[in-house]
């Protein structure tokens, strides 16, 4: 079952997708909590 869903591209690419989304947020709280700490 998981061999099939890791040689399918489809599934990569959705999981590429949603790294970048999680990777963004992340960058982005991050960026969002630095300032508010460096501002205070």
Same mark, same amino acid.
């Given at each position: 079952?998981?061999?099939?869903? !890791?040689?399918?591209?489809? @599934?990569?690419?959705?999981? !590429?997708?949603? $790294? @970048? @989304?999680?990777?963004?947020c $992340? ?7 630095? *300032?508010? *700490?460096?501002?205070?």
């Amino acid at each position: 079952m998981l061999e099939i869903l !890791f040689k399918d591209p489809v @599934v990569w690419g959705s999981l !590429f997708g949603l $790294a @970048v @989304v999680i990777g963004l947020c $992340a960058y982005y709280l991050y960026l969002f909590v630095y *300032n508010t *700490n460096h501002d205070l």
